[in-house]
């Protein structure tokens, strides 16, 4: 497939690497002619130096062939007018990066779909609604939905507590079969595992499992489920605003920055928050406003360095679960190994958007969730696909792929190597990334 990323800045640049991992022919167009030839060199995609509202440059770069046009600038109003232009050029599907919430209403994507915009990407509201899920689940790193909570992807860490530390797969006793490990998150890779795979403290493991079976994991895992309360912010901008028009009223929500233009706009929209006007990392402030109290601290700042160290001061003086959001993918190892429990990354956040659209060109699919490193997709089988040919244990699937589960008849089902796949079944796949490609070609 041939995908133009306009927009050379961090999003655009982390998007045409994780889309050139996947085998498409990307081009990344850009305005700094230095950076495009460093990206290049190093890079297995081609950049182009141009102007997204030129139609003389969209049609030099290949937008009449592109099989998807993607817009990430900074200005949201560029990305809305160079999707519409991308499309009268040619371009099959065109997606851009806005950051208004006007836009996210029903009416106003109908009115961009007709000027072009196929998708519209909310990396603020993303990020919002990631907080939200852990804040209702926050003895977990990961919690995926399918099929309205028919079957669940959940990441739980591993804690010396956990009955299941230190045992190898082949070894859990699990019939009948409650749960499956789907992945192992250690250090910065992944692993699909086998039975040899043993499990170990401060992994990450990825399960799949079925609603009624949910309660096992903590447990399992070490981890104490604990309800939130009080909620601490640091970061008063547009992810804390998307945040609390998402929670309402419904926990006591203190909220810190050191902008009092951003604290005044906060505390007049959202009265029932307390908002205060002081540095993220003001010990004295935190434990002014009850920091030793706190159920759950989210460190929502635009500096990933602050971020990681409010978590440490939060913790350090009692807040039970820590979020952060990190931009910068290279911290996010760091970051987990100093015990902070949630972490979120607009960029990850935007490919795993990006990557629906991919799959959704070639197969009929739901849903794909990028990871750090792997990703997690929902994809229905069609009749004469190579996954229904045969059970999963004769499929020889790739190293790096594995068969989650799956929802049939809008029931969600475990797997087991002698499982029959059938056409219609919703498949949710755990994969390493660079493994699109080889997916598709399970499902053509």
């Not at 601290?297 to 500096?303: E, H, K, Q, Y």
């Not at 971020?307 to 440490?312: A, R, T």
């Amino acid at each position: 497939m041939r995908i133009i990323i306009a927009g050379d800045g961090e999003t655009g640049t982390h998007l045409a690497r994780m889309l050139s991992v996947e085998n498409q022919d990307i081009v990344l167009m850009g305005s700094d002619k230095d950076h495009l030839a460093e990206l290049e060199s190093v890079s297995n995609f081609i950049t182009f130096e141009g102007n997204p509202m030129s139609f003389r440059d969209l049609n030099r770069c290949g937008t009449d062939v592109a099989d998807i046009f993607v817009a990430v600038t900074p200005d949201e109003t560029v990305n809305i007018i160079a999707c519409g232009m991308a499309k009268e050029c040619g371009a099959r599907k065109c997606v851009a990066r806005v950051d208004n919430p006007e836009f996210a209403t029903p009416r106003a994507e109908d009115m961009l779909r007709r000027h072009g915009v196929d998708l519209t990407i909310f990396p603020e509201k993303l990020a919002a609604m990631e907080t939200q899920r852990f804040i209702e689940h926050n003895w977990v790193s990961e919690w995926f939905q399918f099929h309205r909570g028919e079957l669940y992807v959940v990441g739980v860490r591993m804690e010396a507590s956990g009955s299941l530390c230190g045992k190898y797969l082949r070894d859990i006793p699990n019939n009948p079969r409650l749960f499956h490990v789907s992945a192992i998150k250690r250090g910065s890779g992944i692993i699909i595992p086998r039975g040899d795979d043993r499990l170990l403290e401060g992994d990450t493991l990825y399960f799949s499992v079925l609603p009624e079976n949910i309660d096992l994991l903590p447990d399992l895992c070490g981890k104490r489920v604990s309800r939130a309360r009080r909620i601490m912010i640091t970061g008063a901008g547009r992810v804390t605003e998307n945040l609390l028009d998402l929670i309402g009223p419904k926990y006591d929500v203190t909220v810190i920055d050191p902008d009092p233009e951003r604290c005044r706009k906060v505390a007049e929209k959202f009265p029932k928050a307390v908002v205060v006007n002081a540095l993220a990392n003001d010990v004295t402030t935190l434990k002014e406003e009850g920091i030793d109290g706190c159920d759950t601290f989210l460190a929502l700042t635009g500096s990933s360095e602050k971020n990681i160290v409010s978590c440490m001061v939060a913790r350090e003086h009692g807040a039970r679960r820590t979020l952060a959001r990190i931009e910068e993918l290279q911290y996010i190892p760091e970051a987990e190994s100093l015990s902070i429990d949630k972490i979120i990354n607009k960029k990850l956040l935007n490919t795993g958007k990006v990557l629906n659209v991919v799959l959704d060109t070639n197969v009929a699919t739901t849903q794909c969730l990028s990871l750090d490193k792997a990703e997690v997709t929902e994809i229905k089988a069609p009749e004469g696909a190579r996954i229904v040919s045969r059970p999963i244990s004769e499929l020889a699937l790739p190293r790096e792929v594995t068969v989650a589960g799956l929802v049939r008849d809008g029931k969600g089902q475990l797997v087991e190597g002698r499982t029959r796949i059938m056409p219609g079944d919703h498949v949710v796949i755990f994969s390493v990334s660079g493994s699109i490609a080889r997916i598709e070609k399970l499902f053509r």
